[in-house]
């Protein structure tokens, strides 16, 4: 997932992405554990796609902050 395509989601929309990415980080990572995976680079982009969103969502929430003071 790209950057320009986070700034597109709304708020809810990227909460919603954060708890669908962090289930299937865990699925892939239980497949992993039991038996290699076709590709695990695809834990690590998964992890990353995670942190941006919850980058973008800090920062809606920071300037949400401010914008309030």
Same mark, same amino acid.
């Given at each position: 997932?790209?950057?320009? *395509?986070?700034? *597109?989601?709304?708020?809810?929309?990227?909460?919603? #992405?954060?708890?669908?990415?962090?289930?299937?980080?865990?699925?892939? #990572?239980?497949?992993?554990?039991?038996?290699?995976? *076709?590709?695990?680079?695809?834990?690590?982009?998964? #992890?990353?796609?995670?942190?941006?969103?919850?980058?973008?969502?800090?920062?809606?929430?920071?300037?949400?902050?401010? *914008?309030?003071?």
């Amino acid at each position: 997932m790209k950057n320009s *395509e986070i700034l *597109e989601l709304s708020t809810e929309e990227i909460v919603a #992405r954060i708890n669908e990415e962090r289930a299937n980080l865990t699925k892939l #990572r239980f497949a992993h554990t039991v038996s290699a995976i *076709e590709n695990p680079l695809r834990i690590n982009k998964i #992890r990353k796609d995670i942190a941006r969103l919850n980058t973008e969502l800090t920062n809606r929430k920071a300037q949400s902050a401010s *914008e309030t003071k």
